[in-house]
């Protein structure tokens, strides 16, 4: 089925400066950059490492909602996709599969589930690369 009113069109997120920080200590990246949703997503990747999945939680949830207040004030309406292709969309799409991830060791299966069904809407390519 076709949708008659077109798609939404792609998001596209400005460049995290957190991204060129990435390199030094990741708990000093998200002090210096508290708004970047690359600095939470590498924090919670790090607590997923480490077994540490309150911690990765935490701090994929606050990834996830920079992403989202950056996103909306870049246009995104709700919906439509958000490119794994493009780099700065990056840190939120990883926070988003952090977040799947750390849901799921909690023991919340339904935010787990939506987060999933969000990152394959958002981007078939960063589902696959991800989950």
């Not at 030094?24 to 590498?42: E, I, K, L, T």
């Not at 996830?64 to 794994?84: E, T, V």
């Not at 935010?111 to 969000?118: L, Y």
Request: glycine share 8%.
């Amino acid at each position: 089925m076709t949708n008659l009113l077109g798609e939404p069109p792609e998001t596209l997120l400005p460049v995290d400066p957190a991204e060129s920080a990435s390199n030094g200590d990741p708990r000093a990246v998200a002090r210096a950059y508290p708004s970047s949703s690359h600095a939470w997503a590498f924090l919670a990747e790090q607590a997923l490492a480490a077994g540490a999945a309150v911690e990765a939680y935490a701090f994929a949830r606050t990834g996830y909602h920079r992403g989202m207040d950056l996103l909306r004030r870049s246009g995104w309406k709700g919906f439509g996709p958000i490119p794994w292709s493009h780099e700065p969309n990056r840190g939120f799409l990883r926070a988003l599969a952090a977040l799947a991830t750390a849901s799921e060791l909690v023991g919340d299966d339904v935010e787990a589930h939506r987060c999933r069904e969000f990152l394959r809407e958002s981007s078939v390519e960063a589902y696959e690369a991800l989950t």
